[in-house]
């Protein structure tokens, strides 16, 4: 995910298709402290995300079917119990870029993919 491994997180993410340009674009939405806190830090926040997904292949029959390229922005605030007292606030932003592939049968769709970090920023306030 786009948070640190001790938060926790639920999510929820809409993905709308343009099958005539064999293209798609996902936007997601987090809130953080929606679950187990394994560090009882009390996490507080919100995470937004968009990835496109541009595939590959010409298919006419299935354009959404077949391996693709996505390129994804991110952006978290949150805010958390320090170790040494009162809350530390934190933000981050990063580009990810992923290949994958995705396989759609009537209204199943399975998709797996691979991704990178391209650039991270990290900034406590």
Not at 80 to 89: A, I, L, P
Request: hydrophobic content about 35%; glycine content about 10%.
């Amino acid at each position: 995910g786009s948070v640190p491994s001790s938060t926790s997180y639920t999510k929820i993410s809409y993905e709308r298709a343009f099958p005539n340009i064999a293209q798609s674009g996902e936007i997601c939405g987090s809130l953080i402290c929606a679950g187990y806190d394994k560090y009882k830090n009390n996490p507080l926040g919100f995470t937004i995300r968009y990835g496109h997904k541009f595939f590959l292949a010409d298919n006419d029959i299935a354009s959404l079917r077949g391996f693709y390229v996505r390129p994804e922005a991110i952006y978290s605030y949150y805010e958390y119990d320090s170790k040494e007292g009162g809350r530390t606030d934190a933000n981050m932003g990063a580009l990810l870029a992923s290949v994958g592939y995705q396989y759609v049968w009537r209204r199943l769709l399975v998709d797996a993919c691979l991704g990178w970090w391209r650039i991270c920023i990290w900034k406590r306030i």
